[in-house]
């Protein structure tokens, strides 16, 4: 039986949600031929156009706003959703450094010749549609329209209900943009609809017309996103970062490190939500516990920690593997690099992973061992994140193990193909 | 309700796998950390140990071919089942080949310096367990379990039912070799029974223990593991390979790739299914089908290419965009390269097409355009072929996007992680 719904009829979604796929994938494969100068001129003309209409966003985005303060949303969520003219020019600002960074379309990643004269290049290509479905952030739009833009990628933006008109308004001049370059409007595609059956039909691939998936919001979204895709997925479900203090670690660098990397931004998937200090160094414990307290982090461990420090509170099972996304770690003594490496194995969500520690050759077993999207040594975790990697810009970061791992950049956004040059070369039998 | 099957029951099939699944993944993790030296020690000691095992390796197979035969099986399905000496003294070469090829594990794909200091380095790690579902070519398990094991990867190896007893010779074999080199022998496990639900057990990804999975065989086969594998899948489901003959082509060249293309050999996915004659060049149109009729190719067309030659026999809607994997080519007058790359978009299957002309400029349009996982000027299709790339070897041919697109070879079956080395350095709020 067929449910009505705002889209005119399931079969009226369907087929909204099919021809925005097909006309995104026309539009990918004009793009996938316009020149770099052509791409990057509507890049200037979408800050532009953002830049003109900051009016009519803020406008749109009142009503938003509005909207969730009746629906009774925390203030996190009205933040997200909120715009100004600050942040407005922050998007432009966004799209004019993306216009900037250098066209990944066409490079040569590889290039060799075989002893019978082929000469065999790997060209990088656009990976083709991308569907980015999002939630409150309405800046997401521009970030991730831009990027996908500029890798000659063609983007589907599905954004949450609660913000559909601040991200309709941001669309309106991201196309009228495109326009002025004379690239296809559907390069830049918005489900225009609040309707949450978009979201399963852009899961399935719309007819293969979407070659990858990329949420971002809460773990939720993303969790759903992983479970029902028919199509590649760049995403992380969570950031479970660990700092590991060995005890050849330099306290004061140990110290500015973990308060960083837990407290610099705590609401970032790069946060540290789990510190390990190796047992053999009892002298580290009790200033780290300090470091961390003062700096406002409720610290949670075992009695040993408790009895180092009596601000400490009693972990339960469930604090360890646990993202806090708040001031709030799980603190455990562990067995050296060994017991470190083997609490990461099984609470660690691949994501980003950090030791401290003087000893090179116990740090280069920790990178070789923990199988994480990024580890570090004697830095930061909080440096997860592409603009820090020098990407310039990122889509997201990816815990996956294919094509994109760790921060989803221009070049993540990209495949590559053969191009082979011959001169009449044929097979042997 | 349970059914009853050769494991056992459901739930003993179900525990079978995911043994294999656990102990795969328990191996990975110790082959991971092997040093270059004892994998390459294991790859020679296994290819000792199958020349040792030659007569239990054909006895075995004795049994299979006899069945195969019993079952009414066709001559060439039991040429691909048949093991005899030169073919397992193939198997134990390809595998000390494998050996000699430079390690993929560990290597620095990219380093750089930000200018806070962080070093960060791009390193090359093994993807995993790979989930290798082959028909009835014996020696996939040996070239398929070498490749894994060198790039650092435990391998499940789940064979047709028909190749049973031949394949868990051969398993053997190699077992023998990773023991002998003090590897744990699930890094390359085999699935012990015939069972057709095994297949799905793996598509599912055996509770996460399987991070990818490589079909080997034919159409029925690769389509199953595209439409229901859970985790990705590094395949082509056919390679409809054109070759575009354009109005600026050297005749004689272009005589020589269309036959090559199409007739070294017919079965191979990169043989040449589609003949493309820019219509401008009503010269080479002659000739050309001459050439293949000669070899002993039959040609379908249309009218006009019925008129230049009177053995060619009618083409109908079907024969474009079919793989015939036999000594049959479509072939069909285009409007120039514009029409060349319209009909492969059309019918193409993204795995290997060919230019040959003497126009620079339209060999780029046409390289640039058809967005195949390879493109060739002035070569033949057929060299599409990890080999011929100069790979060494390879698992499969892949059409997909991600990560491995055209030849699976070493560097396919790995991945990478970010290594960051620091001094301290935190991240500014």
Not at 174 to 193: D, F, H
Not at 326 to 333: E, G, Q, R
Request: aromatic letters at 4%; proline letters at 4%.
């Amino acid at each position: 039986m067929k449910r009505e719904d705002k889209a005119g009829g399931e079969g009226g979604l369907e087929a909204l949600m099919q021809g925005i796929g097909n006309a995104a994938r026309a539009a990918q494969r004009e793009l996938s031929l316009a020149d770099s100068a052509q791409r990057n001129g509507a890049l200037m003309a979408m800050a532009g156009a953002l830049r003109g209409r900051t009016q009519a966003i803020i406008a749109a985005n009142a009503g938003d706003i509005e909207d969730a303060r009746r629906n009774g949303r925390p203030a996190a969520f009205i933040d997200r959703l909120m715009l100004d003219g600050k942040r407005i020019e922050a998007m432009a600002a966004g799209l004019e450094a993306i216009a900037d960074l250098p066209d990944p379309v066409g490079r040569t990643l590889a290039e060799w010749t075989r002893p019978n004269g082929l000469r065999i290049a790997r060209v990088c290509v656009p990976l083709g549609v991308v569907g980015m479905i999002f939630e409150s952030r309405p800046n997401v739009a521009a970030d991730a329209g831009g990027l996908c833009l500029k890798s000659g990628n063609a983007a589907i933006l599905r954004c949450g209900s609660e913000s559909l008109r601040s991200v309709a308004a941001i669309h309106a001049g991201l196309t009228e943009g495109l326009s002025n370059a004379r690239l296809p409007e559907a390069a830049i595609s918005l489900v225009p609809v609040p309707d949450r059956d978009a979201v399963g039909l852009m899961l399935a691939g719309l007819g293969g017309t979407i070659d990858v998936i990329i949420p971002r919001g809460g773990k939720g979204l993303v969790a759903r996103v992983q479970a029902e895709a028919r199509v590649p997925v760049f995403a992380h479900l969570e950031g479970i970062c660990h700092v590991y203090i060995d005890k050849a670690a330099d306290l004061e660098m140990a110290r500015r490190i973990v308060v960083n990397a837990k407290m610099r931004r705590t609401g970032v998937c790069g946060a540290a939500e789990c510190l390990l200090i190796d047992r053999a160094a009892p002298h580290l414990v009790k200033p780290l516990l300090e470091a961390l307290i003062a700096a406002g982090c409720e610290v949670r461990g075992d009695a040993a920690l408790q009895q180092a420090d009596a601000r400490v509170r009693p972990a339960s099972e469930a604090d360890f593997g646990h993202e806090f996304l708040d001031a709030v770690i799980a603190a455990k003594l562990v067995d050296g690099v060994t017991g470190a490496i083997g609490h990461i194995a099984r609470f660690g969500s691949d994501h980003t992973d950090a030791i401290v520690t003087e000893d090179r050759a116990t740090a280069e077993w920790f990178l070789a061992r923990v199988d994480s999207a990024i580890v570090l040594w004697n830095a930061s975790t909080q440096f997860a994140d592409g603009a820090e990697f020098g990407m310039g810009a990122e889509i997201g970061i990816a815990t996956g193990r294919f094509h994109a791992r760790g921060p989803v950049g221009l070049e993540q956004l990209s495949t590559f193909k053969y191009v082979v040059h011959g001169s009449g070369q044929t097979r042997a039998p």
